[in-house]
């Protein structure tokens, strides 16, 4: 007989229990996993609607939520809570409608607007994206931007798609901001465009008289690469009317100014003041005001300080050469009357300086 001295048993191994520090690397790496499949479907899911679609918003004076966008890219704060409580809402109520700030759109709606966009949602394009927008409806102290009753509209699109149309509205005198959602009944078309090819810069000239204090401004545009319609609530404090304006500013800083000219009984002086100011930007507008006989052109001249650089303009062309800005006026505010003023505004990224300004006439 034959003795076997190998074992035919199967091989019996012993399971160890996961030490603690491999279930905390466990649980570590699930929690890393399921924090970026978290972050991908929040990208999915404020992108994927609107970006593939989204083309621009009205930047200048700027829409309500491309505004609270740029003013407070970082989002929430109580620096915002503060200052632009408006915004601080929206940010709460839903951040995807500032990061789809270019996509406030409705499709095939048929140049039927009204129909498409009810009474009270104007400013989110009748509830669209599921409602995305909807704080944007909401009536109270929205940041306003000085603006006289004829100025430029700018539509920033950033696809550059064109428009078959842009049509500009203003809410009547009476209407009231703070407490009103704008109806069609509340609008009056103030400034409109035929087919034109659009940009990072659209001026749509909006003649608004007969306002002063906070209005909407309502744009519709009526992109040229599809049925494609866009809706933009912007807040406005218009000038005119020799009242003194009410505003949502922070600060205002006034200059004292010189005035050149090669012909004296021609000549004009600048003001220069802060409207606004934000974190990393600020609004300033200057007056130019006729001396003791009528001008038919004006140039007014400073230079920045704090490294200020200009984003946007409206009532005149200006332009940059190192920190000296020079501004002349546009076509319809040049000829000023004996005493007489023009206004023009812009938007600037920095820290907001108080500089001199020089006032040349023609």
Same mark, same amino acid.
């Given at each position: 007989?034959?003795?076997?001295?190998?074992?035919?048993?199967?091989?019996?191994?012993?399971?160890?229990?996961?030490?603690?520090?491999?279930?905390?690397?466990?649980?570590?790496? !699930?929690? $890393?996993?399921?924090?970026?499949?978290?972050?991908?479907?929040?990208?999915?899911?404020?992108?994927?609607?609107?970006? !593939?679609? !989204?083309?621009?918003?009205?930047?200048?004076?700027?829409?309500?939520?491309?505004?609270?966008?740029?003013?407070?890219?970082?989002?929430?704060?109580?620096?915002?809570?503060?200052?632009?409580?408006?915004?601080?809402?929206?940010?709460?109520? @839903?951040?995807?409608?500032?990061?789809?700030?270019?996509?406030?759109?409705? @499709?095939? $709606?048929?140049?039927?607007?009204?129909?498409?966009?009810?009474?009270?949602?104007?400013?989110?394009?009748?509830?669209?994206?599921?409602?995305?927008?909807?704080?944007?409806?909401?009536?109270?102290?929205?940041?306003?931007? %000085?603006?006289?009753?004829?100025?430029?509209?700018?539509?920033?699109?950033?696809? +550059?798609?064109?428009? @078959?149309?842009?049509?500009?509205? !203003?809410?009547?005198?009476?209407?009231?901001?703070?407490?009103?959602?704008?109806?069609?009944?509340?609008?009056?078309?103030?400034?409109?465009?035929?087919?034109?090819?659009?940009? #990072?810069?659209?001026?749509?000239?909006? %003649?608004?008289?007969?306002?002063?204090?906070?209005? &909407?401004?309502? #744009?519709?545009?009526?992109?040229?690469?599809? %049925?494609?319609?866009?809706?933009?609530?912007?807040?406005?404090?218009?000038?005119?009317?020799?009242?003194?304006?009410?505003?949502?500013?922070?600060?205002?800083?006034?200059?004292?100014?010189? *005035?050149? #000219?090669? $012909?004296?009984?021609?000549?004009?002086?600048?003001?220069?003041?802060?409207?606004?100011?934000?974190?990393? /930007?600020? =609004?300033?507008?200057?007056?130019?005001?006729?001396? +003791?006989?009528?001008?038919?052109?004006?140039?007014? =001249?400073?230079?920045?300080?704090?490294?200020?650089?200009?984003?946007? +303009?409206?009532?005149?062309?200006?332009?940059?050469?190192?920190? *000296?800005?020079?501004?002349?006026?546009?076509?319809?505010?040049?000829?000023?009357?004996?005493?007489?003023?023009?206004?023009? /505004?812009? &938007?600037?990224?920095?820290?907001?300086?108080?500089?001199?300004? #020089?006032?040349?006439?023609?």
């Amino acid at each position: 007989m034959i003795h076997r001295t190998d074992s035919t048993e199967p091989l019996r191994r012993t399971r160890r229990a996961p030490s603690a520090s491999s279930r905390a690397i466990a649980w570590r790496a !699930a929690a $890393v996993f399921g924090a970026c499949l978290a972050l991908l479907t929040t990208l999915l899911v404020t992108f994927g609607a609107g970006t !593939a679609s !989204a083309h621009g918003a009205v930047s200048d004076p700027p829409a309500r939520h491309y505004g609270c966008y740029f003013r407070w890219p970082n989002g929430p704060s109580p620096q915002m809570a503060a200052e632009d409580p408006m915004c601080h809402k929206a940010w709460q109520a @839903d951040p995807s409608a500032m990061y789809n700030w270019n996509g406030l759109l409705r @499709d095939g $709606v048929g140049g039927d607007h009204q129909a498409a966009v009810p009474d009270g949602q104007l400013c989110s394009g009748g509830m669209t994206f599921n409602g995305r927008y909807a704080a944007f409806d909401e009536p109270g102290a929205w940041k306003t931007v %000085d603006r006289p009753s004829r100025f430029t509209l700018n539509l920033n699109d950033t696809s +550059s798609h064109g428009a @078959d149309y842009i049509r500009v509205y !203003a809410t009547k005198q009476g209407f009231d901001a703070k407490t009103q959602k704008p109806r069609w009944a509340d609008l009056e078309l103030v400034g409109q465009t035929g087919r034109i090819a659009t940009g #990072t810069r659209t001026p749509v000239e909006v %003649d608004a008289p007969g306002r002063t204090g906070h209005h &909407v401004l309502f #744009t519709v545009w009526q992109a040229s690469h599809g %049925d494609q319609s866009y809706y933009f609530c912007s807040d406005v404090n218009f000038t005119d009317g020799g009242t003194t304006p009410t505003t949502t500013t922070t600060t205002t800083t006034a200059t004292t100014t010189t *005035t050149t #000219t090669d $012909v004296p009984e021609r000549g004009c002086t600048a003001s220069y003041r802060v409207t606004s100011q934000w974190s990393g /930007g600020f =609004q300033a507008e200057v007056r130019v005001t006729a001396g +003791s006989a009528p001008i038919t052109g004006w140039t007014a =001249q400073w230079a920045f300080t704090n490294g200020e650089r200009i984003n946007s +303009s409206w009532s005149a062309t200006l332009t940059a050469s190192g920190p *000296t800005i020079s501004a002349r006026n546009a076509a319809y505010n040049g000829s000023l009357g004996a005493g007489a003023s023009a206004t023009f /505004g812009f &938007v600037a990224s920095g820290t907001a300086s108080t500089p001199a300004l #020089t006032c040349t006439a023609s």
